[in-house]
């Protein structure tokens, strides 16, 4: 069997919101799956090298914030190619702080669920967490992100802690230049604005990343 095998399962993308008491962050996952609904349980699969696993071990509650195809790929960018342990993943993003000290993000979700820690398995890469769902929103607003749609139509890539993380070669299908970001992966690729001429202020769609972390494809 192939790798590829396993993109034809359904994912979506979600952030989980996270504290560690001293501190409120966040990571994008796309492995938030129901288990039941008397009671209301999910599963969620965090890598073990994520400062938010970290943070749901050390205070076993967590929220999932269900991202919608509206939201900007930034968000995801910012909540999903950096570190929580050393930078403030939400200084840019729109978001709330739950009474149980948890963020919601409010930048274009569909809804968002409040979770507390039943138990947890650990594989070799993950902790699959099973949490039962406490709080919620009342309504669903938008139409949610797929990962199908978050590579296809935003042309993100995951992070190498995701389990859909899959190394790819680059394809050059047109005569522009090929550039990559060397952060999060994002291939710009124009026939008529190159690189070099786009606004020094110009930043990476997903990650936010600026024109210079950009390298030319060999």
């Known amino acids: 069997m ?19 008491e001293k501190k409120v962050s966040a990571c994008i996952v796309n492995t938030v799956v129901q288990v039941s609904n008397h009671p209301n349980l999910v599963a969620v699969s965090i890598s073990h090298g994520n400062y938010s696993n970290e943070c749901i071990k050390k205070n ?27 930078t403030d993943k939400l200084k840019n993003i729109n978001y709330r702080v739950l009474e149980e000290g948890v963020p919601v993000v ?29 709080a919620g929103s009342e309504a669903v607003k938008g139409k949610p992100m797929t990962y199908d749609y978050y590579r296809r139509v935003i042309k993100g890539r995951a992070p190498k802690n ?24 994002y291939v710009y690729s124009d026939p008529f604005v190159p690189l070099e001429e786009l606004p020094d202020d110009w930043v990476c769609p997903i990650c936010g990343a600026p024109k210079t972390a950009f390298r030319r494809q060999q």
Request: proline share 2%; charged share 20%; hydrophobic share 40%.
């Open 60 to 86: 076993g509650i967590f929220t999932v914030s269900v991202l919608s195809e509206d939201t900007s790929g930034a968000v995801i960018g910012a909540l999903g190619f950096t570190s929580g342990r050393d």
């Open 162 to 185: 995701a389990p859909t993380y899959m190394e790819e070669p680059l394809k050059k299908e047109t005569d522009a230049e090929n550039w990559i970001c060397t952060v999060c992966g």
């Open 106 to 134: 409010k930048e274009h979700i569909c809804c968002w669920f409040l979770c507390r820690v039943s138990r947890s398995i650990e594989t070799e890469m993950h902790t699959v967490f099973l949490a039962e769902v406490i």
């Open 2 to 20: 192939t790798d590829d095998v396993f993109r034809t399962l359904s994912y979506g993308i979600y952030a989980i919101g996270v504290n560690n």
